[in-house]
């Protein structure tokens, strides 16, 4: 029986939990800071000085050192910059705000995910057992060499580890070209230069005297990002502000790569030089590279006009795959760059993950919306205001709506979610603008031509990017009623994504405007929010007042989905070292898809059914490629009678061979591409076509995709192979049915009943 004395010791035990559980509820939350760059040398004590510096950040919100010392449960001291913590929300609020602050998670428990592209692929899991698949088979590409002309590379970053890679292979006779930031290479990144005269040359000599452009470091991060997506190595527990938590990694993980830094701070709008490109080739060439990738480019050129296709063309005759995307001016038609034949071109996608954000309207409509940006700070509904309404008395309307830089007035704005058009500028420009404007949150709304695309940014503030349909209903909702409020919920991952992959609507479309008798792009590949590596110079944002730094960031455009497709590149390269470039290049276009993950056709951004101009041949298919059964063969005579046919003339052939050359008389049409493209019909029209067999003995029968208004033929029908390397020609008879069709899609498969070797049929201008 208790005492009187133990009843009054009980009861204020339990007083006390009672005022901590109501008053002042404990949770155990993760600061996270960004990343550690110790350089060589570091030591016990450094990592001690660390944890003292979290103990006093902290200690300046608690109130006290020992305080802090007693709520910390870890202190991230080697590569993470952070700390673990139990805290109170107020505080875990207050810590978020501070400007050095990535993002204060709650510790919640969770299961590892990829970082996820190359599952969609079936790469790993998803339906493929270990051993089928390509990244297995072809030993993660190891040894392989890799190189990507870009904005140069973080060393530092976990993606570029050398954990369990064995010696830089023999043959590369590259360097790695230091600084005085201490950049170093290793067994992974093997290889490092900077090329700046070109750009030197346009800027002004004065330019390259600032340290930061006599480096290959990347201080702009998109080179990062895209060589850690060719070839990064396995690093576990990457994420976008605690979202897509899993293991990244490249294409091609334990392939060698090596960085040609040939892009620069933006002059005019440029930002790499033909100049520096063309150097950086001839240099990549003689350093042994065996794939290179560029996720650059511009308007399409005449071949001789174009120094990358100049550079690429000597690439691909010393057996050098080379990789460019394919451009982010789409929807638009006819803006297709990198055109030329020996160029693998690749055109965005989607994955089937999002990174959801949604809209709440007090009317009950719910919107699907993407970002990476924090809460709201309460869990309610919030005023909405349109930009129109928040605008200056000087802005214009125009200008307000797109959510330009001083056009939005803070009185109006404050303590509302602002609703702004997507355009003009930055979609996280805009949100620092609803951010300085004291807004609580930005719904971002695409336009028409902008139609499903969603795009998940670090913005400012709360935000939600939604499409136009839905953007049209928020906007008619506040036009509704004289006091429109709702709510932004914080981002979450979504996985399994009905209709993956759809085309990215900036993704540069066909035709092809040098040589329409070349379908490109040639495939399409992940091109959107896709997480990887990122510098550890520059913020999320770009921002220079913005503090965070992050190791991996989420980057969409052509330029993400082309180091996905040389990753690929790399793994076939291990796994068929004597295969040519163009027979790498067949296998990964002739095994693409053209059906999404519930068997539809791939859409295009304003849900129609997206054509060859827009992915080529499709969607890569990794595991496919590897064993094709048969390809399209070019070699250097084919790509020279390919110039001949065009109107170059001996003297030019000679210069950009090397030596004499003989034309030979050829039909562009016969040019032996994996796809068969007709610009303009009339009447009928024979092609040939030549494939050889890189897989067992087998009997192809050919089936065809015949669209309306045509009659196709394939003579053969039946190609019969004995052996490895042996080539078989056929004709395509393409005639008209019915004059006047516009511009339609085909197919031709040819199958042993193991392999699908798939080309698109292309026919434009169909006349009688």
């Known amino acids: 029986m208790f005492s009187r004395n133990n009843l009054i010791f009980l009861f204020i035990i339990v007083f006390s939990l009672f005022q901590v559980s109501v008053f002042a509820v404990k949770k155990s939350y993760i600061v996270y800071l960004g990343s550690h760059d110790h350089g ?19 200690q300046s919100y608690l109130g006290s050192y020992e305080k802090a010392k007693d709520a910390m449960i870890y202190s991230y001291t080697r590569n993470i910059n952070g700390f673990a913590a139990i805290l109170e929300e107020k505080h875990a609020s207050q810590i978020a705000e501070h400007p050095n602050v990535v993002s204060v998670l709650l510790n919640r428990g969770r ?94 000599p004065k330019t390259i005297q600032n340290h930061t452009l006599n480096t290959a470091r990347d201080y702009e991060g998109h080179g990062s990002h895209t060589l850690s997506t060719i070839g990064g190595n396995f690093v576990q527990g990457a994420n976008i502000f605690g979202l897509g938590n899993g293991t990244a990694k490249g294409g091609s993980p334990k392939a060698r790569v090596a960085t040609y830094k040939v892009c620069w701070p933006p002059i005019d709008g440029n930002e790499c030089f033909d100049a520096d490109i063309m150097a950086a080739f001839d240099m990549a060439i003689h350093d042994g590279v065996d ?148 807004a609580a949150g930005m719904i971002l709304c695409n336009d028409m031509t902008s139609g499903n695309e969603l795009i998940s940014d670090p913005h400012f503030l709360p ?26 919920h914080p981002p979450i991952t979504k996985l399994n994504i009905k209709h993956s992959p759809s085309m990215a609507t900036f993704s540069s479309r066909g035709p092809n405007t040098i040589t329409p008798e070349i379908l490109k792009p040639d495939v399409t590949a992940p091109g959107v929010n896709i997480i990887a590596a990122y510098s550890g110079a520059v913020s999320p944002t770009e921002m220079e007042f913005d503090k965070r730094r992050v190791p991996f960031i989420t980057m969409s455009g052509t330029s993400m989905s082309c180091p996905h497709v040389a990753g690929i590149v790399g793994l076939l390269k291990t796994l068929h070292p004597d295969w040519s470039p163009s027979a790498i290049k067949s296998a990964i276009m002739t095994t693409a898809r053209t059906r999404d993950n519930t068997a539809k056709p791939i859409l295009d951004n304003n849900n129609m059914k997206a054509t060859p101009f827009a992915y080529g041949s499709g969607h890569i298919r990794p595991n496919r490629a590897m064993d094709p059964g048969l390809v399209y063969e070019l070699n250097i005579n084919d790509y020279l009678n390919f110039l001949c046919f065009l109107g170059y003339n001996k003297t030019q052939i000679k210069m950009f061979s090397g030596n004499h050359y003989h034309c030979h008389d050829i039909n562009i049409l016969d040019f032996n591409y994996p796809s068969i493209t007709v610009p303009k019909l009339y009447g009928s029209v024979t092609l040939t076509r030549k494939l050889k067999n890189v897989g067992p003995p087998g009997t192809y029968v050919a089936s065809l995709r015949v669209p309306k208004g045509l009659f196709i033929f394939v003579e053969p029908n039946i190609l019969k192979f004995d052996n490895i390397g042996e080539e078989k020609s056929f004709k395509v008879i393409i005639e008209v049915a019915r004059s006047g069709v516009a511009t339609v899609f085909g197919g031709l498969t040819w199958s042993d009943g193991k392999h699908y070797v798939r080309s698109p049929i292309v026919v434009g201008g169909v006349k009688g």
């Open 111 to 204: 299961k590892l995910h990829t970082t996820h592209s190359w599952e969609f692929m079936s790469m790993e899991q998803n339906g493929v057992t270990p051993s089928e698949s390509l990244f297995r088979k072809a030993r993660y590409g190891e040894d392989t060499i890799i190189g990507n002309l870009d904005t140069g590379v973080w060393p530092e970053s976990p993606s570029f580890r050398d954990e369990g890679i064995g010696p830089i292979p023999s043959r590369w006779k590259g360097t790695c070209e230091g600084d005085i930031t201490g950049f170093r290479c290793n067994r992974k990144l093997i290889g490092a230069r900077y090329f700046n005269r070109g750009y030197a040359a346009y800027a002004g």
């Open 291 to 438: 794939v290179l990738s560029l996720s650059l480019g511009g308007s399409a050129f005449n071949y001789f006009e174009d120094g990358l296709s100049i550079s690429a063309f000597h690439a691909v005759k010393k057996g050098i795959t080379v990789l460019c995307s394919a451009g982010n001016s789409g929807p638009t038609p006819a803006t297709v760059s990198n055109i030329a034949p020996w160029i693998l071109t690749v055109a965005a996608s989607t994955l089937d993950r999002e990174f959801h954000t949604g809209v709440q309207l007090h009317n009950g409509q719910r919107f699907k919306g993407a970002s990476l940006s924090k809460a709201l700070p309460e869990n309610k509904l919030y005023p909405l205001i349109s930009a129109a309404e928040a605008k200056l008395a000087e802005a214009s309307v125009e200008d307000a709506i797109l959510c330009m830089e001083g056009t939005i007035d803070p009185k109006k704005a404050r303590g509302q979610i602002l609703v702004c058009l997507r355009g003009e500028t930055a979609r996280v420009e805009k949100s620092l603008v609803a951010f300085e404007a004291g």
């Open 463 to 488: 935000t939600s990017h939604i499409n136009y349909e839905d953007g049209v209903a928020v906007y008619a909702y506040i036009n509704s009623t004289k006091n429109p409020l709702g709510y932004i």
């Open 40 to 58: 060589e040398g570091v030591t016990e004590a450094d990592f001690d000085r660390v944890t003292e510096t979290h103990h006093e950040f902290l």
